[in-house]
């Protein structure tokens, strides 16, 4: 995105004249960008524009272009849930490197409507967790929560890919690495660009 919000001329719905607003012309195209980690403020970024868009105008899909390494298990998975929850089709475009939790969100694109670029790789491997730096107590705690949302996450990707439930637990044992002909066979994504 670029650095600052320009500004540009958009007719508001009800308005008879186009006025001046600071937003992203993109944003009102319903086109968004995953471009980097997944942390929070990503998270919510991405969460709060897609609920936006979709109360301004819930019969507009969205476009979710993906370039990203992952990033936090509990954000990718916000931003996956919205995608749910929303009555408009989100078209995912894989770019790049979309890794861990960000092929995730990929796979979480409306059903038909997952696409990859030739060149983009993608990447699915067990969730991780920042148990290292939690007291003994925690890390107990959060081992069990990490094998539930694995447990969940691998159902979900079994449900969207079609590929076996056992399949996707031992492929997310390491990182597994696909090109874009791969994550389409797969199930990942549904077509690739020209």
């Given at each position: 995105m670029?650095?600052?919000?320009?500004?540009?001329?958009?007719?508001?719905?009800?308005?008879?004249?186009?006025t001046w607003v600071d937003v992203n012309g993109l944003y009102r195209r319903r086109v968004l960008f995953l471009g980097q980690a997944i942390e929070r403020e990503v998270?919510?970024?991405?969460?709060?524009?897609?609920?936006?868009?979709?109360?301004d105008d819930s019969s507009l899909d969205h476009y979710l272009?993906?370039?990203?390494?992952?990033?936090?298990?509990?954000?990718?998975?916000?931003?996956?849930?919205m995608m749910q929850g929303v009555k408009p089709d989100v078209?995912?475009?894989?770019?790049?490197?979309?890794?861990?939790?960000a092929s995730f969100i990929l796979a979480g694109g409306t059903i038909t409507k997952r696409l990859a670029y030739p060149h983009s790789r993608v990447m699915i491997h067990q969730p991780a967790s920042s148990y290292?730096?939690?007291?003994?107590?925690?890390f107990v705690m959060e081992i069990e929560t990490v094998i539930e949302v694995r447990e969940?996450?691998?159902?979900?990707?079994?449900?969207?890919?079609?590929?076996?439930?056992?399949?996707?637990w031992?492929?997310?044992?390491?990182d597994c690495f696909m090109s874009a002909t791969e994550a389409k066979a797969y199930g990942v994504v549904d077509l690739l660009t020209v």
């Open positions: 670029p650095i600052g919000v320009p500004k540009i001329a958009y007719l508001i719905t009800g308005e008879e004249e186009g998270a919510n970024q991405i969460i709060g524009i897609i609920a936006f868009l979709s109360i272009f993906i370039n990203s390494p992952g990033g936090s298990l509990i954000g990718g998975i916000g931003i996956y849930d078209h995912t475009f894989a770019l790049g490197v979309v890794a861990s939790m290292f730096q939690a007291p003994t107590g925690d969940k996450i691998t159902q979900t990707y079994a449900r969207r890919t079609g590929q076996h439930h056992v399949i996707i031992c492929d997310m044992e390491r």
